[in-house]
């Protein structure tokens, strides 16, 4: 696959812009150089943590920016490049550019993309604090950015330059060519301690962080070609008359590539396509039939215009590979699922999708990991899956084992999982033993070997607290557990007290000699800790007890980053019935995918918001059925006062009520458990975190962002921006005790 995209790719555009900040120097010595150069060479050797490394060289760039050129400039840029990289991801999501030549494509991007972006990034940074003259700055930004100083400061032009060429070691002729635009080559990272000099304070004066960063800006659409910054300018002038918007880029991109691509092979190609895909639909198609088709349309291809045969090749090696698949040819489908992803790559728009899933499917069905987490880590690179990126771990094999059972039917994946539906008579009931008694830690098969269990486990789930002492007593290990799921007596017990509120059992093992790793292995697909089913079933003494025994309360649970912020999401559902924030998250897709997903198709981020609409659908489809949904509901939402006691369990135990998590990635804000109990408006739980005799107790004063001249965006800013009254009136009665003014 040719390197060079006619999209821009997220690593080569990093590298790009790391280059014409002038951060380059930050990357080497952070020794992210070499991570750098093969994440924008696309390094096939290291496929499966490009997303990793793309995600650490943003964070330290962020760090950098934050004390170069202060958090504000640091939150615009992260803001900025998330949106920037979103907007790529779609277009590479939705846009076909096989047709088009490199040289056109690439035209059609700068045109459409690349010059509206960074005319809306001015305008963003603009928007944000006080700035240079646009009018200037897109002749000369160094110029612009040398008035802008001068006037901010009141330090004459001259004398700016002269202490910055002393500070820099430029010649007067090097700074005359970076006066009438030419790139600022000697200018680069850190800023803040050239400024410094430039206007002759000390590095901590105020208007140090607005004048880096706006320098930084200028360094970087210095190194823009002329013309470039000639077509940033007519937007900048436009925007106002003619708003952008990413929907418009997209399509006039898409219409110049159709017609690039409206050729006879199109025309010949498409109905036969079309047969393929329906013989695939077709439980009983003819094998030997669907071959010739497929030889078929690889001889239409071969027949074609060189220039013309990338943009059906992969679609061939697509189908060809679902074709081997089906047939049981492990090997060849492997090697055709990854021809057909490579040709795909960045370029075949709403094609990528459906390939990327489906090799990804078939490579964990099999078994191949390497070749799975290769596919996994493009998933995240294209959007496919939300970001922050999330190890292809044990669970997270299993649960996407579930798609390949339903697309690959009837192929059984190699990885143990259970099946759809566990079938079991009366038969079945357990009735504790001497079999039991004589070998309590077996692992027994159940389902066709889909599942195991053990005695132990069995009586958990289905016994009585006599069958499990019975068990114990013979050597029944609480420790034990299934390595493929994670499962053990713990989690079983655990599952049982909180969907039964049965906590008998729950409780007696509790009192066993439980190792660490066992009160924090996380079970199933769905990943549920101990602590975290503890916390939702609103149960302080479980709590307390499993942190006596070692449980990290700082350790993700469910989507959240610590056990202190699931229990205050908890506390909120509690509070706020009729909230349907987390309901509206779970049926858009917000939430994490599980095996239910899987089970119906849905193994990728992107995909769960169709699948779970159906869901919504059927739960408004009558009023019983929106009866029912509210009872389970009511049956599974815990008291208010319960969820308080669990965060008081965990604050006892050491949780971090600073503990800083963004809502999305791309977020500005960074929240803390104190900062959301402010939103959440109930006066004890918030006393609680901020009156805490812990070096864990809530800050209020800590901010969701850098305060800017006009806002701190405490916990008195998000009291009040949500209307909480009683949390506000406290904050401000805690001042006045506090003498703080």
């Known amino acids: 696959m040719s390197k060079e995209t006619i999209i821009p790719r997220l690593g080569n555009l990093l590298r790009a812009l790391i280059k014409a900040a002038g951060y380059r120097p930050l990357v080497l010595q952070t020794g992210q150089d070499k991570d750098l150069d093969d994440l924008a060479n696309e390094d096939d050797e290291r496929q499966s943590s490009r997303f990793d490394r793309l995600q650490s060289i943003e964070d330290s760039c962020t760090d ?11 939150e615009t840029f992260r803001y900025a490049w998330f949106r920037t990289a979103e907007a790529l991801q779609g277009l590479a999501q939705n846009l076909d550019v096989t047709p088009l030549s490199t040289a056109e494509g690439q035209r059609l991007i700068s045109q459409h993309f690349t010059a509206p972006m960074l005319a809306g990034f001015l305008t963003l940074a603009a928007s944000r604090r006080t700035a240079p003259d646009f009018e200037q700055w897109c002749t000369s930004p160094f110029k612009a950015w040398l008035a802008f100083a001068s006037h901010h400061t009141k330090v004459p032009q001259e004398k700016l330059l002269t202490n910055l060429g002393n500070e820099l070691d430029a010649d007067p002729r090097t700074i005359e060519r970076w006066l009438v635009g030419e790139p600022v080559g000697k200018l680069g990272w850190p800023y803040a301690p050239k400024v410094a000099a430039a206007i002759g304070k000390d590095a901590s004066a105020r208007e140090i962080p607005l004048l880096s960063g706006w320098l930084l800006l200028a360094c970087a659409y210095q190194s823009l070609s002329t013309e470039l910054r000639d077509v940033v300018k007519r937007n900048l002038s436009l925007r106002s008359q003619q708003p952008w918007g990413l929907e418009d880029a997209s399509r006039a991109i898409s219409q110049a590539s159709h017609r690039a691509g409206d050729v006879p092979l199109r025309r010949q190609a498409i109905p036969l396509l079309e047969t393929i895909l329906m013989m695939f639909s077709t439980k009983e198609h003819d094998k030997k039939t669907l071959q010739d088709r497929l030889d078929q349309l690889l001889g239409l291809i071969e027949r074609a215009d060189p220039a013309l045969q990338s943009a059906y090749r992969y679609i061939h090696a697509w189908f060809a590979a679902r074709n081997a698949a089906l047939l049981g040819k492990k090997e060849a489908a492997l090697d055709l699922y990854a021809e057909s992803v490579s040709g795909a790559w960045w370029q075949a728009g709403q094609n990528q999708h459906p390939i990327l899933n489906e090799a990804l499917l078939y490579a964990v069905g099999v078994g191949d ?77 159940y389902a066709e070997g889909r ?37 053990g007596p713990l989690s079983y017990a655990m599952r049982r007290a909180c969907d039964r509120k049965d906590t008998l059992i729950m409780e007696y093992l509790l009192g066993q000699n439980l190792s660490q790793e066992t009160v924090n292995r996380p079970a199933s697909t769905k990943r549920e800790t101990p602590l975290k089913i503890a916390i939702e079933m609103a149960n302080a003494p479980a709590v307390t007890r499993l942190i006596e025994l070692g449980a990290e309360v700082e350790q993700h649970c469910d989507y959240l980053p610590s056990a202190l912020c699931y229990a205050m999401v908890l506390l909120h559902g509690s509070l706020h019935r009729d909230d349907p924030t987390q309901e509206q998250a779970y049926f858009s897709g917000k939430t994490r995918a599980d095996s239910y997903d899987a089970k119906e198709g849905a193994a990728l981020d992107i995909d769960l918001s169709k699948r779970r609409q159906r869901l919504y659908d059927l739960k408004n489809a009558s009023e019983r059925n929106r009866q029912l949904f509210s009872a389970v509901l009511d049956y599974f939402v815990r008291p208010s006062a319960d969820y308080r006691a669990v965060i008081q369990a965990l604050l006892a135990g050491g949780a971090d009520a600073n503990r800083r998590y963004r809502v999305e990635a791309h977020d500005l804000a960074e929240w803390t458990p104190t900062l959301f109990a402010a939103q959440v408006g109930d006066l004890e739980t918030f006393r609680m975190l901020v009156e805490h005799t812990g070096n864990n107790r809530g800050d209020p004063d800590l901010t969701l962002m850098a305060p800017s001249h006009l806002e701190r965006f405490d916990a008195l800013w998000v009291a009040i921006d949500h209307g909480q009254h009683a949390i506000a009136s406290y904050l401000m009665e805690r001042e006045k005790r506090n003498g703080i003014t």
């Open 64 to 74: 950098a920016l934050a004390k170069d050129c202060g958090h504000e400039w640091a």
């Open 369 to 445: 990991k390497d070749a799975a987490n290769g596919y996994w880590d493009k998933t995240f690179m294209l959007g496919l899956n939300r970001r922050p990126k999330r190890p292809l771990d044990t669970q997270e094999l299993r649960r996407i084992a579930f798609s390949f059972e339903q697309m690959f039917a009837p192929q059984k994946a190699k990885d143990r999982i259970p099946p759809r539906v566990e079938i079991r008579s009366t038969d079945d009931a357990f009735n504790l033993g001497k079999k039991h008694i004589a070998n309590p830690n077996q692992k027994i098969k």
């Open 451 to 487: 599942t195991r269990r053990t005695p132990l486990m069995v009586a958990i789930q289905e016994g009585t607290l006599d069958d499990v002492k019975q068990l114990l007593a013979a050597g029944g290990d609480p420790n034990d557990f299934i390595p493929e799921s994670g499962e």
